[in-house]
């Protein structure tokens, strides 16, 4: 939320978020003097220097039932889920120095991702 602000601090925004605790916190930021951990200042800190509006719409992550701001959602995962796996690649890779194959297979990411993982490691190339 603060990073959407952030990057356009003066328009009208409408953020959905599948965390209902971000989605409770900024409403509870809306008043003064709520702020009891450094999350909720930085949220209270965004949203006073606010100039347009702001709508925060939670949306259950976990629900079967499609509708549109679901689909969504369902986009924006798909579309980091290859982040989230190849940093757990290289992860797994630093610890255990698995070959690019094995690391494809294990996190269903492209060859060339686990090939170029491999091919950074400091201690694979000795």
């Not at 602000?5 to 989605?23: H, K, M, Q, T």
């Not at 690391?103 to 269903?108: C, D």
């Amino acid at each position: 939320v603060a990073l959407a602000c952030g990057l356009l601090p003066e328009e009208n925004l409408n953020i959905v978020a599948d965390s209902i605790f971000v989605a409770k916190l900024c409403l509870a930021t809306s008043g003064p003097g709520v702020s009891v951990s450094t999350v909720a200042t930085m949220l209270e800190e965004v949203l006073y220097s606010w100039k347009g509006t702001i709508s925060v719409i939670h949306v259950n992550s976990h629900n079967s039932i499609k509708g549109f701001c679901q689909i969504g959602n369902d986009k924006a995962d798909a579309s980091t889920k290859g982040v989230w796996m190849l940093k757990e690649a290289r992860q797994l890779h630093e610890s255990l120095h698995i070959g690019a194959k094995a690391l494809a297979k294990k996190y269903v990411i492209s060859t060339a991702d686990v090939k170029h993982v491999v091919a950074t490691c400091p201690h694979c190339q000795k």
